[in-house]
């Protein structure tokens, strides 16, 4: 039997969040670049934000190295109300990879505890398979289709749930494409003009 591994980090909830991003699990810490969400250097993420906020893909990049610069990202995502944590606070790898078909969730994450430290909260936005499903079965929301969103109710409070391509270099899809479908995710939310 594979160990259960505990999330290695805490939930990220700047106070003012508008948006929630729940992936699945942080991959293997032998993947990092730093200790933060989205850690392993290959994963486009913080290269989409970039390119829509700066237009710049190595905005967050430490310039030389092989990892991101943490102080800036956390004063970003403080700054435009992002928040990030996982659907899952416990799993099994079944394999040696961050791959969701792989994760054997053990611990769902309470998403009523979480969404009830994020008052401001007007969506959430899952970018893996398994993030999206487990919402879905959680709160009854349809499944939406990649770039696109449903809406469902969190304590009688409307909340959309938005599936983004992923930004793990796996999912076939140019950085720009992804970029574009998380930048008009943003805009409709009211997060960029």
Not at 22 to 45: A, C, I
Not at 61 to 72: A, R, W, Y
Not at 93 to 98: G, P
Not at 146 to 169: D, I, N, W
Request: hydrophobic share 40%.
């Amino acid at each position: 039997m594979t160990e259960i591994e505990q999330h290695p980090f805490e939930p990220f909830l700047p106070e003012n969040a508008k948006l929630l991003m729940l992936g699945s699990f942080p991959p293997q810490p032998k993947r990092w670049s730093m200790d933060f969400y989205y850690p392993n250097f290959t994963n486009d993420m913080w290269r989409i934000m970039g390119l829509i906020y700066f237009s710049d893909k190595n905005h967050f990049i430490v310039s030389g190295q092989k990892t991101f610069q943490k102080d800036l990202l956390i004063s970003f995502l403080k700054e435009q109300g992002i928040a990030l944590y996982d659907s899952a606070t416990a799993i099994r790898r079944l394999q040696d990879n961050a791959s969701d078909k792989f994760l054997e969730v053990v611990t769902s994450t309470d998403m009523d505890a979480l969404l009830s430290q994020l008052p401001h909260c007007q969506a959430i936005v899952t970018t893996g398979e398994k993030a999206t499903d487990t919402l879905c079965e959680k709160y009854g929301a349809e499944k939406p289709k990649v770039g696109h969103y449903s809406t469902f109710l969190h304590q009688g409070k409307p909340l959309r749930l938005y599936r983004m391509p992923s930004s793990s270099r796996a999912y076939p899809l140019a950085l720009e494409k992804k970029a574009e479908a998380y930048a008009q995710m943003l805009q409709e939310l009211g997060m960029i003009v």
